[in-house]
């Protein structure tokens, strides 16, 4: 029998996930579909009991859905409580299960070129969902983290919700210059750069020993990021990001590994 799959979030028009999933369930030789709903936030308990009346074997939840969904659902991994978000659902007999596969595949994504996380220095830019994600995962990993945020109260709470997990994390205002010297990775959350616009920070201090990742990857160099290469300093888009937690959501639905090569190919190719 077809299994369904599917995102939902508000807006959802410019999501790649379909390609990428759909290109897995190829490679794979799954009988599976994969579709895109636009919900709207007063409609999010209803889209979820459709989905699991309709039988939908799982689902991908984008913003503004992935906090407000958790009353919806019956059980959370613990990836998922811990960074109070989900972004990935499975449907196992009538239960709905809550999963979190963004902070792992952002880890995932920088790896292979920060080599090891215990005691580096990570600053991220931004203090919303993403921001979390990505911090609790590399506290996990026992990063030591600083949250700059343009409302410094945002960046408060997530250092607080991170130091009462043990944490090392402390928090302050976005500042008008940014000194990178002592920083391993430095990862930009915020939504600057998007339609091109340069970042309200001068960044200073930049060397080869500092990884900068901005998790925009369409344009696919912010100016932030192109800022960053040409003075020397490693840099990532947010492509693999994206990659990599679709992987990870792959294997908690099939429990096997995903074709990463073929999920990739469709992805630069969609974009
Ligand atoms: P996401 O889930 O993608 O992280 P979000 O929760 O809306 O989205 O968070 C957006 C982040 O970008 C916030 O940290 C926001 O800063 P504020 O908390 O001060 O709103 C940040 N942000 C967005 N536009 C910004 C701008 N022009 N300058 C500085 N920070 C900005």
Known sequence: MEKYFAVMGHPIAHSLSPQMHKAGFAAMGLKADYLRFDVQPEH?????????????AG??????HKETIIPFLDELTLDAERIGAVNTVKRVGDRLIGHNTDGGGFIRSV?????????????????????????????GE???????????????RLAADLRATGADASWGELPSELELRGIDLLVQTTS????????????RGFTQDTLVVDIIF???QTPFLKAAQESGCRTLNGLDMLLLQGCLAWEFWFEKEAPVNEMRVALLSAL
Do not use: D, H
Request: proline share 5%; charged share 15%; net charge positive.
């Open 59 to 64: 689902w991908n939840v984008t913003l503004p």
């Open 111 to 139: 790896e292979a070129q920060l080599g090891s996380f215990r005691g580096k220095r990570a600053a991220i830019l931004g203090a919303g969902g993403a921001a979390r994600g990505i911090s609790f995962a590399l506290a």
């Open 218 to 220: 369409n344009p696919w």
């Open 44 to 56: 999010l308990q209803a889209a979820v009991l459709g989905l699991n009346a309709l039988g939908f």
């Open 142 to 156: 026992e990063m030591k983290l600083e949250i700059l945020n343009r409302t410094p109260e945002k960046a408060q």
């Open 192 to 203: 600057i750069g998007l339609y091109g616009e340069s970042y309200p920070i001068k960044l």
